[in-house]
């Protein structure tokens, strides 16, 4: 089956440092990938939409400069948190779809567990 | 490793029946439990979110219960409109986010 690798599982940093976070898709192309957070206790929530070779579209109260988006490839999009702060600790997913607006699944990756001390 | 599943697969209702869709999953150590919706081409919009220590959650028409000793939650649609034709996802939350195949919900006006 189809599958999304997302890394780094787990980032402990301290503030001020910019994280990047990877999510592939390894045996699909994916046009279309989507970013999540989840703090705790809280739903998850979408954060931005990425577009293969297109900027990407943030969702309400997401800032576009402090979260950049690079979607460059079919099969990589890249989640930025720049000069991350201690509120920016929490859950981040991705997921990645063939794309299109065809209802084709999601395919999700594992997450990565953000801290910032 | 947790497997979540939902039944059924797909849903076809006329407008304003009351509908209900379910998930099960096989490890009841979860965080919490919870309801998304998919439109095609979209990301997932939350619908509910169900803590491990609560049965039941309600918004609007919706209705998600959780039972974790039996390992199943529902989702109950009321009064269902066409706007609510989507595919309905459900998560089980511990570690990991282990999401259901989904249930594609259909309603004919």
């Known amino acids: 089956g189809a599958v999304v690798s997302q890394h780094p599982s787990r980032v402990i940093c301290k503030s001020g440092t910019s994280v990047k976070i990877e999510c592939r898709s390894l045996?699909?192309?994916?046009?279309?990938m989507f970013w999540y957070r989840q703090f705790p206790k809280q739903s998850l929530m979408l954060m931005a939409t990425?577009?293969?070779?297109?900027?990407?579209?943030?969702e309400q109260g997401v800032e576009k400069d402090k979260f950049l988006i690079n979607h460059a490839s079919l099969t990589l999009s890249t989640l930025t948190v720049t000069s991350a702060h201690p509120e920016d600790s929490s859950f981040y997913i991705c997921?990645?779809?063939?794309?299109?607006?065809?209802?084709?699944?999601?395919?999700f990756g594992d997450g990565t567990r953000l801290s910032i001390l | 490793k947790q497997e979540v599943t939902q039944i059924p697969a797909a849903l076809s209702v006329p407008e304003g029946e009351n509908l209900v869709l379910n998930c099960s999953f096989t490890d009841s150590a979860i965080y919490n439990l919870q309801w998304f919706r998919q439109d095609p081409g979209k990301g997932l919009t939350s619908l509910l979110l169900i803590q491990s220590s609560q049965r039941e959650q309600t918004s609007g028409r919706l209705n998600a219960s959780l039972d974790k000793s039996s390992g199943r939650s529902t989702l109950y649609i009321a009064a269902s409109q066409p706007g609510d034709s989507a595919t309905y996802l459900c998560?089980?939350?511990?570690?990991?986010?282990?999401f259901g195949t989904g249930t594609s919900l259909t309603v004919i006006p």
């Open positions: 990425s577009n293969e070779g297109s900027k990407a579209t943030y």
């Open positions: 997921s990645a779809s063939p794309g299109g607006n065809s209802n084709q699944p999601q395919h």
């Open positions: 998560a089980a939350t511990g570690n990991q986010f282990y």
């Open positions: 045996d699909f192309q994916a046009t279309t």
